[in-house]
């Protein structure tokens, strides 16, 4: 008898402090949480990708600035020369 009431005491025990299903509302909670972070993830990812493309852009306009400075460099040591030649020929 003793053992059967502890058992029984032990069965009651375990099934009161076992796991307990979480309520509808929080499952709903915590379904639109990992929805917002999948968003939120692949926003991160589109952004980072268009973050990449304007910093590649970014490098071929600064790329393009440099050769158009060197050419303003070439075109003005020919005006300066040609000006230089003038003069020495008045």
Do not use: H, Y
Request: proline share 1%.
């Amino acid at each position: 008898m003793k053992k059967i009431l502890a058992v029984l005491l032990f069965a009651v025990l375990i099934i009161g402090c076992g796991p307990k299903m979480a309520k509808q509302e929080t499952l709903d909670t915590i379904a639109e949480a990992r929805a917002a972070l999948e968003a939120a993830q692949a926003r991160i990812a589109e952004l980072e990708a268009e973050r990449s493309a304007l910093e590649a852009r970014m490098a071929e306009l600064e790329q393009g600035i440099m050769d158009m400075n060197e050419e303003i460099d070439i075109v003005q040591d020919k005006i300066d020369t040609k000006c230089k030649k003038m003069k020495s020929t008045k």
